[in-house]
């Protein structure tokens, strides 16, 4: 009887240490984790890029870009604040706090204004990343005017920007652009923001000739209210990947009239 007990107290023992040796393995990684100074723990931002070229645009309207933000470190990235930089250029917040792994879109949005010719703006991105604490992000623009003798132009676009009205969407925005150059033009995307547009662009356009641009918005609820400026650009084949950014304006209808 007396082996009996002192072989169960010891089947007891093995038993008990090796739970408590194992245990649970995320409650390990926790207790881990938790005992590293707080120190090794930052979200750490990761930008798609840092500049942009919006290349020609009208004058007197708005356009924008999206830089996209990813945290690649181990912690949750704060963005605390976007300084545009100037009156011509603003950066609406919509997330503040990015998880590990996940990401947000920063769309900086420019009004061309009276601005004439060359405009660069570098807006700035403050967040907690405790390596880089703010960046900028930078975007050139040339803005078109009446008389300008400098911009060589390789396209004709009409209309250069569309102007969608709030309660009469149309199914389709074509867009008409003609090839004034001497060579064969093909045309790839660069910049648009697919939640709200859908862009179809034209094959090879040969010289002198015409073709067509589809624009299709989509996904409008929740831009009933407050309307947007937006814009999609195109780059060209040609050497000097000429590029063209023509603006997507949704506004009411008294706003939508005044850029026609």
Partial sequence: MRKLMVTTLILSFFLFSDASFAGDPEEGQQTLKSSLPR?????????????????FLPGDTKVSHIFWLKNVGNDTLEIKRIQPGCGCTKAPLRKRLIAVGDSAKIEIIFSSGRFR??????????????????????????VLYDGDTTAQ???EIEPFGVHAVIGQEEDEYPVYVKNISDQALEMSLVS???????VKLPDKVKPGEKARISLKLKSLEEYRIPGFGKSFTIQLSDDDNTR?????????????????
């Fill in 244 to 260: 063209y950014t023509i603006p997507v304006l949704y506004e009411k209808y008294k706003d939508a009239s005044m850029g026609q």
């Fill in 117 to 142: 010719g060359s405009v660069s703006k570098t807006p700035r991105l403050f967040t907690s990343d405790q390596r880089v604490q703010n960046k900028g992000l930078r975007f050139d623009a040339y």
């Fill in 39 to 55: 120190a090794n723990y930052y979200g750490q931002m990761q930008l798609s890029e840092d500049y942009f070229d919006f290349g």
């Fill in 153 to 155: 132009h390789l396209l």
């Fill in 192 to 198: 648009s923001d697919p939640e709200v547009m859908e």
